[in-house]
């Protein structure tokens, strides 16, 4: 065990992540079960982007004045509550494009703080493209997680963690890209040992001589798996973005599926007051039926291959999404000049590109019908075969012009069928207009 921080030297050399470098990430980890650090792992260009984009994120934030995505403020190690996000946070917005520099001495100058923001890649697509095109030779080899993947970003100077020595959900491993500028340590504690303290009633200074330490500088990777205990330590600013694996327990994946079920079912009766009932001899099954009205299809299949059936569309949809839960906001709610009914004529006559390493996924849902998984969202349409080779062709990741794409489309369809389907795609981010 170590009572001080490790020893770091940065060479100039970058370490790359590809498919050799994420298997000497694993190596080094014990497949994913010890810390550990590796240095020099983000070029500059990714480092100064992912500060831009954490920080058009929090500019959505402010413009909306929300925190429902996991959005957490803390001032000398208290979290604040929304009146001081209204008035403190929300009227300073960051400038576009923007590192944040100004925005951080607006809003806490000389003040110790740290942010907490989770779920950034549902709002910024380029910093989902670029961490999905890092992660991707890992996820290659070694699996989608099988909860999915989330980010989360921690800005401040605030010291020890605000939330204390604690371990992380239940088989959620983190990835941190360290972006600095400011170092960072953190302190672990094996579960046996820190128990074995009783060390939830002990003072940090008493534990700290007993801790594993961890230095990271900018650029660098620190890994952290799931059940250690540990406290992170950053005195000067810093920012980090970490990539969680949710490997979580067969509950956890339990809970998801039947809550999927009940996302499935959403329709205007179930809005509906349900009746009160006297007592036993008074209990009728009413609301039960009009729990599945319209849904024949869940109320027909037997419990087992119901969940089979969900279990298998939350998997497409995640592939989809590149391990990612969070779906991201789509075209039509962050624009007001574009709605796929009106404006699917954008689609004509231009260049489109599924971004890499993202990929469609569909399935037939009937004799009639097809269902395409896009970006984890699911989209179901009339069946024609031209469609699977249509999303063969945008599955290279390669550049389309449209008029090419849908020429046999069209000629069994009217052109305005086609450029609907590629503006279902666009709204769903699963597919950019490029230049």
Not at 127 to 137: G, K, Q, T
Not at 334 to 362: A, T
Not at 384 to 406: A, C, K, M, V, W
Request: with cysteine.
């Amino acid at each position: 065990m170590s009572n001080a921080p490790l020893s770091i030297v940065n060479s100039t050399e970058k370490f790359q992540l590809n498919r050799a470098g994420w298997e000497n990430i694993l190596h080094k980890t014990a497949n994913f079960t010890a810390p550990e650090v590796q240095t020099n792992v983000l070029e500059s260009e990714d480092r100064i982007n992912f500060r831009k984009w954490i920080f058009d994120v929090i500019r959505h934030i402010c413009i909306n004045k929300t925190n429902a995505y996991g959005f957490r403020v803390y001032l000398n190690s208290e979290i604040v509550n929304k009146d001081y996000l209204t008035e403190n946070v929300y009227p300073h917005i960051p400038a576009v494009e923007s590192d944040g520099t100004q925005w951080i001495e607006d809003v806490f100058q000389d003040q110790k703080f740290g942010i907490i923001l989770n779920f950034s890649e549902k709002f910024s697509m380029p910093m989902a493209d670029r961490l999905s095109a890092l992660i991707h030779p890992l996820l290659d080899h070694l699996g989608v997680p099988s909860n999915g993947m989330h980010t989360t970003v921690f800005i401040g100077n605030y010291g020890f963690t605000p939330l204390g020595i604690h371990q992380d959900h239940f088989g959620a491993n983190v990835i941190h890209f360290h972006l600095g500028p400011g170092d960072k340590t953190m302190y672990t504690w094996e579960a046996g040992l820190f128990e074995s303290l009783d060390g939830k009633n002990k003072p940090l200074a008493e534990l700290l001589p007993l801790a594993n330490a961890y230095h990271f500088e900018q650029d660098d990777l620190f890994f952290m798996p799931w059940d250690q205990y540990h406290i992170g330590q950053t005195d000067d600013l810093s920012v980090g973005l970490t990539v969680w694996f949710d490997n979580h327990s067969n509950h956890a994946l339990a809970e998801r599926l039947l809550k999927s079920i009940t996302m499935q079912m959403d329709n205007e009766n179930l809005q509906e007051i349900t009746k009160m009932q006297h007592g036993i001899a008074d209990i009728d099954y009413n609301s039960v039926e009009e729990i599945f009205k319209n849904h024949s299809k869940i109320a027909d299949l037997p419990f087992k291959d119901l969940l089979k059936e969900v279990f298998s569309d939350f998997k497409m949809a995640l592939f989809s999404n590149c391990g990612w839960t969070s779906i991201p906001i789509t075209m039509e709610q962050i624009s007001d000049d574009f709605k796929v009914d009106e404006n699917f004529g954008l689609l004509d006559n231009v260049y489109v590109q599924l971004p890499y390493p993202f990929q469609l996924y569909h399935t037939r849902t009937n004799a009639e019908d097809i269902t395409i998984y896009a970006r984890g969202a699911k989209i179901t349409i009339r069946f024609n075969p031209l469609l699977e080779d249509i999303i063969n062709q945008l599955n290279t990741n390669e550049i389309f012009h449209t008029g090419s794409l849908l020429k046999q489309l069209n000629e069994e369809w009217p052109p305005q069928a086609g450029l609907y389907f590629l503006a279902l795609l666009y709204n769903k981010r699963a597919l950019y207009i490029t230049d």
